[in-house]
């Protein structure tokens, strides 16, 4: 187990905590849909940290130049509403690695309550924009932590 102030990995499953502010609700006093992509990125996000590939690592790359992760897809079921004060759990697991992209399932639970589904599929791009190779290094991280069923 990898423990970070920003979630813990636990069994490959990348666990952090968020709490629902005003901001993040509609008129109707629900989260707005489009903001449980943002809860989706802070999990992505923290996950790497947590891994030890923060997005400040990767950018930078040294001689070999940088690489950045984006969102080349996602499938998103939304299930149930989460409320303002609700304290929920963006959870996120790698489930497949390639040569140039990672796919992660990611959920956003209350209690014991799914909530939100996403199926995320990310691409690694250079720091020109073009599509390119995950760097050894990070594909071994990736790897250590791939869900295999």
Request: proline letters at 2%; hydrophobic letters at 40%.
């Amino acid at each position: 187990m990898m423990t970070d102030a920003a979630g813990v990995i636990v069994d490959g499953v990348h666990v952090l905590p968020v709490r629902v502010y005003f901001e993040d609700t509609d008129a109707a006093g629900m989260v707005f849909y489009a903001n449980y992509l943002k809860f989706a990125e802070r999990g992505r996000t923290e996950y790497l940290r947590t891994a030890g590939l923060d997005h400040s690592r990767l950018m930078d790359g040294g001689e070999k130049g940088g690489v950045t992760l984006v969102v080349r897809r996602c499938e998103t079921d939304y299930l149930r509403s989460a409320r303002l004060d609700d304290m929920l759990e963006v959870r996120t697991r790698i489930t497949a690695v390639g040569g140039a992209s990672v796919d992660m399932n990611q959920w956003v639970r209350r209690a014991d309550e799914d909530l939100v589904r996403m199926n995320v599929r990310l691409a690694c791009i250079s720091s020109d924009g073009r599509p390119t190779r995950l760097p050894a290094d990070v594909r071994r991280a990736f790897d250590e932590f791939c869900f295999r069923e």
